[in-house]
């Protein structure tokens, strides 16, 4: 069955980084795009990032592009998330989501998800 394993969250203080992993197994890797979405203390889901399948095409939401990098290795099966200049506003739980911008809130592939908390 799919199976997508987060890690790397954390607390950390406003300006610092940090690197979001996702282990994927149980689909062809390959052959999805993928995205990382996150929910906020309160609220709903909110997608974050996407990546084609083949890791040529990348979009992010408005309030962290510039700041969060995308990027995937088919090879090893995994989806990454750099994310520098952290703001407190990006507190949230961060989940790994099999699919693209609408797939990855409406559909039910995610992993359980990683706590990154940002202290001002």
């Not at 979001?20 to 609220?43: D, H, T």
């Amino acid at each position: 069955q799919v199976q997508l394993v987060e890690s790397g969250g954390g607390l950390v203080q406003s300006g610092s980084s940090l690197r979001l992993s996702c282990e994927a197994s149980g689909f062809i890797f390959s052959n999805y795009w993928m995205s990382w979405v996150r929910q906020a203390p309160g609220k709903g889901l909110e997608w974050v990032s996407s990546i084609s399948n083949s890791g040529t095409s990348v979009n992010y939401r408005d309030t962290v592009e510039g700041r969060f990098t995308i990027f995937r290795d088919n090879a090893k099966n995994t989806l990454s998330l750099q994310m520098n200049g952290l703001k407190p506003e990006d507190t949230a739980v961060y989940y790994c989501a099999r699919g693209g911008v609408t797939d990855s809130i409406r559909g039910n592939y995610r992993g359980q998800g990683t706590q990154v908390t940002v202290s001002s």
